[in-house]
């Protein structure tokens, strides 16, 4: 196995960092490899924010529901889809003939996907210089909060949330199992699962939560789906979604 193929198959969710701090130069590495992932046309449609004041950190650690370890990271990294240059940019040259146009739908799915694969780059490259990172979709939430926070103007969403730290001395990388690639990748079109299938792609999750001593007389299904999908929480981040698209259009 390669270097490369190494370093994403070792890489796991840090959530516990090393007291150092991630020197100058090896952000500076995280951040250009980020910058150098495929884009669609060159456009580079998002734009990172660099974290490293505490208080930030520990506001941030609270409003992406109250995770402590946010704070205790070394450096965060606020990946956010954005238009507003380019349509900015239109306008001051004037390409808008028609003073209504707004980004198309198109626009923002694209700058969805140069943003995550540029977090993507960040993510394979810190792993390279022994540098741990956690995604935190829970940017997402708060959404007058995270938006005055971070000064976010329209056409731009915060996508994700990067936090990042040394690995500690003595940390034991645990791998989460992930699903069995016959049921995520299809050769040439789609496969919808039926019944079946479904019941035996999720058999390994249903066993491992049977196992626990307090879920002997649960269903995981039923567990899950209230605490994720059906929650107050899942409804919160709803509507925090709506009002980001509400911003972008």
């Keep these: 196995m390669n ?5 994403i198959n ?3 969710s840090l959530r516990r960092y090393d007291k150092k701090k991630i020197s100058t130069e090896h952000m500076n590495k995280i951040i250009e490899s980020a910058i150098l992932a495929p884009t669609a046309g060159n456009m580079v449609m998002y734009s990172i924010i660099h974290i490293k004041n505490k208080r930030t950190m520990q506001k941030l650690a609270i409003s992406c529901d109250s995770q402590p370890f946010i704070g205790t ?3 965060i ?3 956010v889809a954005d238009f507003n240059k380019w349509n900015n940019y239109y306008k001051n040259e004037g390409m808008y003939c028609d003073k209504g146009r707004k980004p198309r739908n198109a626009e923002m799915l694209l700058s969805f996907e140069d943003t995550m694969v540029a977090s993507g780059n960040a993510v394979i490259a810190g792993e390279s210089l022994g540098i741990g990172s956690c995604y935190i979709g829970d940017i997402l939430e708060n959404y007058k909060y995270h938006k005055e926070l971070l000064n ?5 969403i915060p996508l994700g949330m990067l936090t990042f730290g040394y690995y500690p001395k003595d940390y034991k990388r645990i791998k989460r199992e992930r699903f069995d690639k016959k049921f995520i990748v299809f050769e040439e079109k789609y ?5 079946k299938e479904l019941k035996t792609m999720f058999e390994s999750k249903e ?5 626990k001593k307090s879920n002997k007389d649960k269903s995981f299904v039923k567990e899950f789906y209230n605490r994720k999908t059906n929650s107050d929480f899942m409804k919160n981040f709803e509507n925090a979604v709506e009002q980001w698209f509400k911003n972008w259009k």
């Excluded at 496969?191 to 019944?195: A, E, G």
């Design 10 to 12: 070792k890489r796991v």
């Design 77 to 79: 990294l606020v990946f």
């Design 207 to 211: 066993k491992e939560f049977e196992m």
């Design 191 to 195: 496969k919808n699962l039926d019944k």
């Design 152 to 156: 976010l103007p329209d056409y731009t």
């Design 73 to 75: 990271a070394s450096d």
């Design 3 to 7: 270097e490369t193929l190494k370093i």
